[in-house]
C-alpha cells in the first residue's frame, strides 16, 4: 500500500469534507434556530419540542453504527455521496407538512442517515493523513461543524423573515444536492497506509476486548458527556437568547453566531496545541487524554457559571464560547485517540460506535432541558439545566482522563500479539 502523504490531495479531501460536516450541522441546529415558529405554526408544548428535537437522535446510534461497519468494507467516498443524498430526501416532507408525527419522523430518518457521517469523515480523512498529522484535519471538521452553525445562526433568521420558516428546509435541500455534485466528481478514496512500527499494529482485536480497553471506554465517555453539552446548548441556546434572556430573533441570531464564531479559533487552537505536544513526545495520555479533560472541565465550569443571578450578558456571552468549543473538543481529539488503539480494518467501526454511543446524550439532554423549560419558561429553568449538563460535562471529562492510557493499552496489544504468534491455534479461536 502507498505511504506517501500527497498534502494537496489530502487538503482538498478535508475541505470537501468540511463543507460536507457543515451541511451535517445545519441540519442539526435548524430546528433549534427555529423553536419559536415552529412551536406557534404547529401549536406544541416545550416538551413537544423537546420530543421533537431529541427525535433525531431515536436511530442516530443505529444508523452510526451500522455505517461504521459499512465504512469497513465499502469506499467512503460512495458512503458519504449516499448519505448525503439521503439527507436531501429527508428534508423534503419538512417543507410542506404541517403535522408534528410527519416532522418527527423526517427528523428520525434523517437522524438515522446522519448517524455514521462524523466517524465516516474521519475515517475517510485518516486515509489521506499520517498519525501525527490527524487532529488538526479533524479540528477542521469541528469548525465545519461551527461554520455550518454560523451559516445557520445568520442565514436562518434572513431567510425566515424574507420567505417564511420553511424555506430553510429547500435551502438544505439545494445545499445538499450541490455537494454530492462536487463530491461525485472531486472526491477519492485514500490510499495512504497507517504505516505504524508497532508489533500488531494492524492484527485485527474481538470487538468484546477491544471495547472493554479502558482507553477506548475513556474516550467514549468523554465524547458522550461533549455530545451532552453539544445537544444541551446547540438545541436550547437560541430559544435562551429569545424566550429567557428576552433578546429578538435577529439579535438571538446574531448573538448565537458571535457564539460559533468565537469558539471556532478556541477549537483550531486548543487541537493545535495537542498536535504539537504530540510532535515534541509528549505521552499521548498527557497530550490528547488528559488535555482534552483539562478543555472539558473548563468548558463545563463556564455552563455552571451561567446559573450566576445577574451575570451580565457580555459575561454569559463568553462563558457560550468557551463552553461551546472547549466544552466538546473531544469531539476533535478523541478519535486521534481511538485511531492510536484501534487495528486500522476496525476504525471505522470503532470511531462510529463511539459517535453512536454519545448520540444517546442527543436524547436525553434535549429531554431534559425541555422538562425544565416546561416547569420554568424564565430564564433560571434554561439555567438550572445548564448548571446539570455543566457537572455532568466536568464529572465524565475527569472519569475519562483516569481511564485514557494510549501507550498501556498499545503495550497490552503488543503483547497479546507476541502471544497469538506463540499460540496461532488460542489467536485464530480468540478472533471467531
Given at each position: 500500500m502507498n505511504t506517501h502523504y500527497d498534502a494537496r490531495s489530502a487538503w482538498r479531501t478535508a475541505t470537501l469534507l468540511l463543507v460536507f460536516m457543515m451541511a451535517n450541522f445545519f441540519d442539526k441546529i435548524v430546528i433549534g434556530?427555529?423553536?419559536?415558529?415552529?412551536?406557534?405554526?404547529?401549536?406544541?408544548?416545550?416538551?413537544?419540542?423537546?420530543?421533537?428535537?431529541?427525535?433525531?437522535?431515536?436511530?442516530?446510534?443505529?444508523?452510526?453504527?451500522?455505517?461504521?461497519?459499512?465504512?469497513?468494507?465499502?469506499?467512503?467516498?460512495?458512503?458519504l455521496l449516499a448519505m448525503a443524498l439521503a439527507w436531501a430526501l429527508c428534508q423534503i416532507p419538512l417543507v410542506m407538512s404541517t403535522s408534528l408525527t410527519v416532522f418527527i419522523l423526517a427528523r428520525v430518518a434523517l437522524g438515522l442517515t446522519e448517524g455514521p457521517a462524523y466517524p465516516t469523515a474521519i475515517h475517510a480523512a485518516y486515509k489521506w493523513f499520517p498519525p501525527h498529522k490527524r487532529i488538526v484535519p479533524v479540528a477542521l471538521f469541528g469548525t465545519g461543524t461551527g461554520l455550518g452553525l454560523l451559516c445557520a445562526?445568520?442565514?436562518?433568521?434572513?431567510?425566515?423573515?424574507?420567505?417564511?420558516?420553511?424555506?430553510?428546509?429547500?435551502?438544505?435541500?439545494?445545499?445538499?444536492?450541490?455537494?454530492?455534485?462536487l463530491w461525485l466528481i472531486f472526491g477519492k478514496e485514500g490510499k495512504l497506509d497507517d504505516a505504524q512500527p508497532v508489533p500488531g499494529a494492524h492484527a485485527e482485536i474481538p470487538y468484546r476486548r477491544l471495547l472493554a480497553d479502558p482507553t477506548v471506554f475513556g474516550s467514549y465517555l468523554m465524547q458522550f458527556v461533549g455530545y451532552w453539552n453539544i445537544a444541551l446548548t446547540f438545541t436550547w441556546l437560541p430559544a435562551y437568547l429569545q424566550k429567557g434572556l428576552g433578546c429578538d430573533a435577529v439579535t438571538a441570531g446574531r448573538l448565537y453566531a458571535l457564539t460559533l464564531a468565537g469558539g471556532m479559533p478556541l477549537t483550531i487552537g486548543a487541537s493545535f496545541v495537542a498536535q504539537r505536544l504530540i510532535a515534541r513526545g509528549i505521552p499521548s495520555r498527557i497530550a490528547r487524554g488528559w488535555f482534552t479533560a483539562a478543555c472539558q472541565v473548563l468548558g463545563g465550569l463556564m455552563l455552571v457559571s451561567l446559573s450566576i443571578p445577574n451575570l451580565p450578558l457580555a459575561?454569559?456571552?463568553?462563558?457560550?464560547?468557551?463552553?461551546?468549543?472547549?466544552?466538546?473538543?473531544?469531539?476533535?481529539?478523541c478519535p486521534a485517540i481511538l485511531g492510536e488503539v484501534t487495528p486500522t480494518a476496525q476504525r471505522g467501526a470503532v470511531l462510529a460506535l463511539g459517535t453512536s454511543i454519545a448520540s444517546i446524550a442527543g436524547i436525553l439532554s434535549p429531554l431534559i432541558m425541555g422538562r425544565f423549560v416546561q416547569a420554568d419558561s424564565s430564564a433560571h429553568g434554561y439555567e438550572i439545566a445548564f448548571l446539570l449538563g455543566g457537572s455532568v460535562l466536568i464529572a465524565g471529562s475527569l472519569i475519562g482522563a483516569m481511564l485514557v492510557n494510549p501507550e498501556r493499552s498499545m503495550l497490552r496489544r503488543v503483547e497479546a500479539c507476541q502471544r497469538a504468534d506463540e499460540n496461532p491455534g488460542i489467536a485464530t479461536s480468540a478472533a471467531k
Open positions: 434556530l427555529l423553536a419559536v415558529p415552529i412551536m406557534n405554526d404547529l401549536k406544541i408544548t416545550p416538551m413537544q419540542f423537546g420530543v421533537l428535537s431529541s427525535s433525531f437522535f431515536w436511530l442516530f446510534a443505529v444508523g452510526g453504527i451500522a455505517g461504521g461497519f459499512i465504512a469497513n468494507r465499502i469506499a467512503a467516498k460512495w458512503v445562526g445568520v442565514l436562518v433568521p434572513l431567510i425566515t423573515l424574507r420567505w417564511g420558516w420553511r424555506a430553510n428546509f429547500l435551502f438544505l435541500i439545494v445545499f445538499t444536492l450541490a455537494w454530492s455534485a459575561a454569559r456571552e463568553v462563558a457560550m464560547i468557551v463552553a461551546t468549543s472547549l466544552g466538546c473538543i473531544s469531539y476533535a481529539i
